[in-house]
């Protein structure tokens, strides 16, 4: 018989590059799958904010 985990299948379905690109990310930060998946997803979602945030100042300063 299967031991439960206890993890609930979240049902990922990413490149296998992307794949290897977590497991290295999970030996350096030790976290698990979900905690690198979820820091990921955090800071990329900073960097696609602050880069609208600085494209609409950009544009307020082209129209002045």
């Known amino acids: 018989?299967?031991?439960?985990s206890g993890k609930i299948s979240?049902?990922?379905r990413l490149e296998r590059s992307t794949h290897n690109?977590?497991?290295?990310?999970k030996r350096?930060?030790?976290?698990?799958t979900d905690?690198?998946?979820s820091g990921s997803c955090g800071l990329y979602l900073?960097?696609?904010?602050?880069?609208k945030q600085n494209?609409?100042?950009n544009?307020?300063?082209k129209e002045q």
């Open 1 to 4: 018989m299967k031991k439960k």
């Open 10 to 12: 979240r049902g990922y």
């Open 21 to 25: 690109l977590i497991k290295i990310l």
């Open 28 to 32: 350096i930060t030790g976290q698990n």
């Open 35 to 37: 905690a690198v998946i």
């Open 46 to 51: 900073k960097e696609v904010t602050a880069g």
């Open 55 to 57: 494209l609409s100042s």
């Open 59 to 61: 544009n307020k300063i």
